[in-house]
């Protein structure tokens, strides 16, 4: 009796100290979920095991099972951590009707029947729902910042379920010395050692999983960051361009260049800096806004059209493009990203024309049944080969003779970034020397 009130001592000192550590981490990293509800978790299991310690010692049977009924609150804590992690609300009428039950049950065993082994069952049925529903949950979790951790904290509450479920079947029939203090028999002492080894696991498994969580999002944000300059990189390269260009005609003027025509490419230049200053003013607003608020709006896709084609006007002008445009319906998206969709596909299609005859680009758009707008920009250029078309849109990757045509393969996968992110889609058909026609489809707006 004396050696059970000592393990159960020891115990509370050990989830004490577990309490005591999930609290400081909870204080420096207040956002962390579920670090709040698994020390409340660990707190309520030292005090149900000093409780019973003391009913163990002093040979309280009702005291004893009023420290084992602390554990019916504890596990329902450590279960509701899970669900804080996850980023789900917790049922406080279903938790309040567990609690009930099992401890009207416990209640039963404890006045009417002075039986441990009833007490103990009734304890390990609640640990094997409770925590078997728990861990399917974190085994289907799929989110990548998560979903590492939340399966080692799946495998370690199944365990724990699957062990309870034993017991629960067990221990029923196994009988101790009579008195209440006999019949705490060597597999409820082997339980209590391996339980408190899994909970223990359970709170460092939440402290990784938060880490691992912290350390995900981190190179997300870095990863992001990098994809964003290589990006703004990419779309400030047309109008930057058009500035060297039209400053290079105008300082190296040809022999019979009147100064009207000195002064028509200095303006074209001043001009196409304007736009880039614009632009990058632009990005910098749009990168400080939350962008998941500033997607959801509606926009005339006829003016980021013709916001794209000023910004390569020089380029345009150079090949003597003409460039038809339907009606286009509004779309619900981001009107700087759609921007720089069109800006990225007016671009490539002067970069892979056709050098036999004039560069022509057809933009209609059609309202579907789907709830979307299919805008479809047409060029006659080279076209893209059957073996490429499925490849354009991944980072760094070109399409046909790379080295006749300058570029750094982003702009297409940048396309398919920003579409999709909107809710939408992109995609490319074409026949080899017969033009390719991209179809961006987005959300149309509401009426």
């Known amino acids: 009796m004396l050696h059970m009130s000592s393990i159960l001592f020891s115990f509370t000192v050990m989830q004490f100290i577990m309490a005591a550590v999930l609290m400081v981490f909870w204080r420096v990293r207040t956002k962390a979920n579920g670090l709040k509800e698994m020390a409340l978790a660990a707190a ?69 029947e002075h039986s441990v082994a009833g007490i103990l069952t ?10 078997g529903v728990t861990a399917r949950r974190l085994l289907a979790e799929k989110n990548p910042a998560l979903k590492s951790g939340c399966r080692i904290l799946g495998v370690l509450f199944a365990v724990f379920a699957a062990l309870h479920t034993v017991r629960v079947f067990f221990r ?66 047309s109008p930057l361009n058009a500035v060297i260009g039209n400053i290079e005609a105008a300082t190296h ?9 000195r002064d028509r490419f200095l303006a074209s230049a001043h001009e196409a800096a304007l736009r880039m200053n614009r632009f990058i003013n632009d990005l910098l607003a749009d990168a400080r806004t939350d962008h998941s608020a500033s997607v959801a709006e509606a926009v005339e896709p006829a003016q980021c059209l013709r916001a794209a084609r000023d910004g390569l006007a020089a380029q345009l002008e150079a090949v ?43 933009v209609s758009a059609r309202r579907a049944d789907d709830g979307l ?52 889609t992109i995609s490319v058909a074409s026949e080899l020397g017969d033009g390719a026609t991209f179809t961006v489809s987005l959300p149309a707006a509401p009426d």
């Not at 049922?91 to 309040?96: F, G, I, M, S, T």
């Not at 003027?253 to 025509?261: D, F, L, R, Y």
Request: aromatic share 8%; with cysteine; glycine share 10%.
């Open 320 to 362: 003597s493009a003409e460039i038809t445009v339907g009606a286009l319906p509004l779309v619900t998206a981001n009107g700087l990203q759609l921007t720089r969709v069109f800006q990225n596909l007016l671009d490539n299609a002067v970069k892979y024309r056709s050098h036999d005859r004039p560069l022509h680009i057809d």
């Open 253 to 261: 003027p040809a022999p019979n260049q009147s100064p009207e025509t």
């Open 44 to 112: 309520l299991g030292g005090t149900g095991a000093l409780i019973a310690g003391f009913g163990t010692y002093s040979q309280n049977f009702h005291l004893g099972t009023a420290g084992i009924a602390c554990f019916v609150f504890t596990t329902l804590a450590a279960a509701r951590s899970m669900d804080r992690l996850q980023g789900r609300d917790p049922n406080p009428v279903r938790e309040a009707a567990a609690a009930i039950l099992a401890i009207a049950i416990i209640g039963y065993f404890a006045v009417a």
């Open 122 to 131: 009734t304890l390990s049925a609640l640990y094997a729902i409770v925590t």
């Open 373 to 424: 707008v299919h805008i479809s920009i047409r060029d006659n250029g080279t076209g893209i080969a059957r073996a490429d078309q499925a490849r354009v849109f991944d980072r760094f990757a070109r399409a046909g003779k790379q080295s006749l045509v300058e570029g750094d393969g982003m702009g297409l996968a940048e396309c398919r970034r920003v579409i999709e992110k909107a809710g939408g």
């Open 172 to 237: 029923p029939f196994i009988e101790g010395v009579p008195g209440p203090g006999g019949q705490i028999v060597p597999l409820d002492i082997l339980y209590a050692f391996i339980g408190l080894a899994i909970v223990i696991g359970w709170s460092l498994g939440l402290l990784w999983t938060i880490y691992n969580s912290s350390e995900h999002q981190l190179r997300a944000a870095y990863e992001d960051l990098e994809r964003f300059s290589a990006a703004v990189a990419h779309d400030l390269k």
